[in-house]
């Protein structure tokens, strides 16, 4: 399947992009577009485009949305959606001392990738390295 979503990924959509490959669809495809307003091709699914099914619903992002649409179950999943949320949206209270970091470290991927495609190949491993931290505990 193919999926799109804006161009310039950051924190959500690197974690989005790396749930979808890692849980949703294995052999995912990725489109990026610009944010101007441009059509989304046809035959792909949306994710993090306002006013999409797949998009920041209440106080949740993407990824939030995705493990409910999906019905992902592993309890690791849960807290990393919890720290995409503080990262990617203003909140009045901080929990999650990793957001911060791990908004910077998604923005910094960005700035040192050729393009989306190598940010998303980067944002796959940063992901997958916390939530095999987070699966490991605090030991």
Known sequence: MKWVTWENIGVDRMGCIWLIRRWIDPNAEFLFVPVDG?????GAKPFDIPD?????????????????????????????ASIIDEADLVQEINIEPIAPGLDAVCRGIRRISADDYEALERGIL???ALYTELSAGSG
């Open 126 to 128: 940063l992901y997958e």
């Open 38 to 42: 441009i059509s989304l091709p046809k």
């Open 52 to 80: 999409t099914r797949y998009s920041h619903h209440g106080n949740h992002c993407t990824f939030h949305t995705l493990l409910k649409e999906y019905n992902v179950q592993d309890p690791i999943l849960s807290p990393i």
